[in-house]
């Protein structure tokens, strides 16, 4: 992309006789006097730099975004639909984008992506990322919790998803707080291999139980 041009400026084929019989096609000129060549070159890598400068994310246009497209269902108490609240940013952006090219699909999700631009995509994750979770509104059974606490430990969840299970920025999501009936479901998912985990099909959560998966749901519902 070319930087844009200023008044009076005009793009012309110029011979440069110090590049012998090299002709620079599109060459800048002010006025009458052609720019030199150190002078076009500032102005095509500034330009170029500009470019890739990233836009910072805005916050109160993701709260904005949110209440008109995202908190109808992931603000509700509805079970089946996950918490967004505090979840990494790198988390947030690769799995809003992954719908919106549905590499990964949920037809309601796939349809309110579809529109989105990236910086759109980084308003929403950076204001989901500095919220706190509400507590899930369900009971939580005492010994279940213990169980899925000892289970996530011989698993060493904390590895990947933070020592206090809240995620990552390298991209694992918090599991701290979130709905244990969506936990559940996506473990289950997880463990048939419809969606991937670590990179396919992990052998570690093929294995759970479904009386393990329970519990693993309740123990990471019961932290914050």
Known sequence: ??????????????????????????????????????????????????????????????????????????ESSVPARPSLDGQPQVYLVAQLRAFRERSRSKPAMVDVMAALTDQEIRNLAE????????????????????????????????????????????????LAGQKPAYTAWSLQLMKSGVRPHSGGKDPLLASLTNDEINALAAFFASLR
Do not use: F, W
């Not at 992309?1 to 009076?8: F, K, S, V, Y």
């Not at 000892?150 to 990947?160: E, L, R």
């Open 1 to 74: 992309m070319t930087p844009a041009l200023g008044a009076g400026c005009a793009l012309v084929g110029v011979d440069i006789p110090s590049l012998g019989e090299i002709r620079v096609p599109y060459l800048l000129r002010s006025g009458s006097s052609p720019l030199s060549l150190r002078t076009v070159a500032v102005l095509l890598v500034s330009g170029l730099v500009l470019m890739h400068v990233p836009v910072s994310a805005d916050t109160g246009a993701g709260a904005r975004l949110a209440a008109e497209r995202c908190d109808r269902c992931h």
């Open 127 to 174: 204001h989901y990322s500095g919220r706190e979770p509400n507590p899930p509104d369900v009971v939580i059974d005492a010994a279940l919790t213990e169980a899925g606490r000892s289970k996530a430990s011989a698993m060493h969840c904390g590895k990947c998803h933070g020592p206090a299970l809240r995620g990552a920025e390298s991209g694992a999501a918090r």
